[in-house]
C-alpha cells in the first residue's frame, strides 16, 4: 500500500517531535527570556508562544534567542525554530495572502522558504528577524482583528439555564 507523501510542514512536525520530545530535547534556560524556570523544552515553548496570555516581551526574547540559535548552529535548531513557529506557519499558509483557499503542499514549501531565506540574509539582525517573526507568525494582525472564539460548555444537568 502506498503512502501519500508528506507536506513540508508535516516533515518538519515530524522531525521536530523527535527532537523536541527525546530523551534529551532541545531546550532553552528560561531564564535567558524571562521565565522563572531553569529550562523549558521547545514542546512546551511552543504552546507558551502561542498561548494569548504570553507577555510580548518573552515571545520577542525567545524568538530572538530561537533565531540566534538556528543562524549559529543550523540543524536541529533550524528545525526546532520552524517547529515552534509551525501553529502559525499553518495558520499563515491556510490563508494565502491572495487570498485563496485552502492549503496545499506547495504553499506549506513556500512559507519554509520564505523563512529560511529571511533567516540567511545577512543584513537582517537576529532581532530584527525575530520581530518580523513576531508580528507575521506569533501576533499577525489578523489574529489580532478576529474576534475570539467562544466556547460553549454543555449545560450542567438540573443547574440554570
Do not use: Y
Request: charged share 20%; hydrophobic share 40%; glycine share 12%.
Amino acid at each position: 500500500m502506498c503512502r501519500p507523501t508528506l507536506s513540508p510542514l508535516e516533515t518538519v512536525e515530524t522531525t521536530f517531535r523527535l527532537l523536541a520530545t527525546g530523551p534529551q530535547p532541545l531546550a532553552l534556560n528560561g531564564h535567558t527570556i524571562g521565565l522563572r524556570r531553569d529550562s523549558i523544552g521547545l514542546w512546551d515553548l511552543r504552546g507558551l508562544l502561542f498561548h494569548p496570555a504570553t507577555d510580548v516581551g518573552v515571545q520577542r526574547a525567545a524568538l530572538v534567542e530561537l533565531v540566534g540559535r538556528a543562524r549559529r548552529h543550523r540543524g536541529a535548531w533550524m528545525i526546532g525554530l520552524v517547529g515552534v513557529l509551525l501553529p502559525g506557519l499553518r495558520e499563515h499558509g491556510a490563508c494565502p495572502a491572495d487570498g485563496r483557499s485552502g492549503a496545499t503542499a506547495s504553499s506549506g514549501g513556500m512559507v519554509l522558504v520564505s523563512l529560511l531565506e529571511g533567516l540567511d540574509d545577512p543584513d537582517v539582525s537576529k532581532e530584527a528577524a525575530a520581530e518580523s517573526l513576531l508580528r507575521t507568525v506569533v501576533r499577525p494582525p489578523a489574529a489580532r482583528t478576529r474576534p475570539a472564539r467562544r466556547r460553549r460548555l454543555a449545560a450542567v444537568p438540573g443547574g440554570p439555564r
